[in-house]
Nanobody
């Protein structure tokens, strides 16, 4: 079992930056995949970025080059640095984790979400 707690959301103007953090608690040693997802009002949830236990990353095309994902294993934290933000990045952002490998998981553990609002 693992508990995820996000922080760092907020409101920013287009072109600005925000840094989202996700703290993991519990049985984190065997976590294989972590990721960030987002859901805008009226839209389906979409994957933003993932990182596996070896540090391999994958990104949605819409954020590639703007939102680097990283993890700090000793501190059990996952980070999403959001740069060059656009109004279309406005959404609730969730971190997720699972013991299964990236690409094979539907992510069994989720945080409560943090709101990101980008104004034009």
């Amino acid at each position: 079992q693992v508990l995820l707690v996000e922080s760092g959301g907020g409101s920013v103007q287009a072109g600005g930056s925000l840094r989202l953090s996700c703290a993991l608690f519990g049985d984190t040693y065997s976590i294989s995949c972590m990721g960030w997802f987002r859901q805008a009002p009226g839209k389906e949830r979409e994957g933003v970025a993932t990182i596996d236990s070896n540090g391999r990353t994958s990104y949605a095309e819409s954020v590639k080059g703007r939102f680097p994902i990283s993890k700090d294993n000793p501190k059990n934290t996952l980070t999403l640095q959001m740069n060059s933000l656009k109004p279309e990045d406005t959404a609730m952002y969730y971190c997720a984790a699972d013991y299964m490998a990236c690409g094979k998981t539907n992510f069994g553990y989720w945080g409560q979400g943090t709101q990101v609002t980008v104004s034009s």
